[in-house]
């Protein structure tokens, strides 16, 4: 079964506004409060393609109980980690110009806190893939994310990591299944743009050799992405346009989908891009994670195609 984590989930408030003025009161158009995390995202997009996962993370305060309470509305299992204080609260505003993002740190933890965690993976007898996602909470150990990699490698899991990029940097040599990064975090990660394919090939060289097993690299707006294997890479895009609503979920969906195609089928890579980018496009004109209702009409307008190799 595929687990998550979202260390540091928050409640998420999407707002619409009139275009914001310095020193001015601004009415918001509408206002919607989800429960978010980037981990929560692929739960909750994984169960919308009918697939069962558990969601693990530390939640605090009455926010917290908001959260996993949604969580299990959503008819997803969870297992909390219970912290002190309250877990944050994400603010988007979109003015019909911009989009402006206000994360705030979130709850601290204690040691004690992670070796819960580590215990809950450490008895997971059907965890087969663990889904690591998102930023860590104050006062997390340095070690905190190797750790819970250990432990998930440890039951013979394998783990996906969708991270910043400097903790992508630190993780690669312990051999993750696959990463996520977007084309600013690739380019922080190896120091190579990722522009043009010839980029691309090089940023993925570097990947596979730093010890990543695969690499989906998505390029945001631009409404494209790229797989590697290791082998061959493949490049996917969009032939259809969006109206941006909000992107906050649309990567973690997108991983989602891909991981739903590919997981048990490798050479399924360009069905699972073209579920992928279908998805995340979907989502983008959504608040939250949407009904995925455009998802198969969309997926018909992703062209893929394999790379030549060099």
Request: hydrophobic share 40%; charged share 25%.
């Amino acid at each position: 079964m595929f687990y998550t984590l979202t260390a540091n989930p928050a409640v998420d408030m999407t707002v619409s506004s009139s275009p914001l003025e310095p020193d001015e009161n601004v009415r918001t158009g509408s206002a919607s409060y989800t429960a978010n995390g980037k981990g929560l995202d692929v739960s909750f997009a994984f169960k919308k393609m009918g697939v069962d996962t558990v969601a693990l993370g530390f939640f605090a305060g009455f926010t917290g109980k908001f959260i996993v309470e949604e969580v299990m509305n959503l008819g997803c299992l969870c297992r909390p980690v219970w912290t002190d204080g309250i877990t944050r609260i994400n603010t988007y505003v979109n003015d019909g110009q911009h989009e402006y993002g206000i994360l705030n740190p979130g709850a601290p933890i204690t040691p004690q806190h992670q070796e819960e965690l580590y215990n809950i993976l450490d008895t997971a007898g059907d965890l087969e893939c663990l889904i690591v996602s998102g930023s860590v909470p104050p006062k997390a150990t340095p070690d905190f994310l190797a750790q819970v990699m250990e432990h998930a490698q440890a039951r013979g899991a394998d783990v996906v990591l969708d991270l910043s990029s400097d903790k992508l940097k630190e993780l690669a040599h312990k051999k993750p299944l696959l990463i996520k990064p977007n084309h600013h975090e690739m380019k922080a990660i190896f120091g190579v743009p990722v522009d043009t394919d010839d980029e691309v090939r090089v940023a993925m060289k570097l990947a596979h050799e730093a010890g990543v097993q695969n690499v989906l690299l998505t390029r945001g707006s631009r409404g494209d992405a790229y797989f590697s294997n290791g082998e061959d890479i493949w490049y996917a895009k969009r032939e259809f346009n969006i109206k941006l609503v909000s992107s906050v979920c649309a990567g973690d969906c997108t991983l989602a989908a891909f991981l739903h195609k590919w997981y048990r089928d490798r050479d399924n890579v360009e069905e699972a891009m073209k579920l992928a980018m279908a998805t995340g496009a979907n989502v983008a004109e959504s608040v939250g994670i949407g009904d995925f209702g455009h998802v198969d009409e969309y997926s018909k307008r992703v062209a893929v195609r394999k790379l030549d190799r060099k």
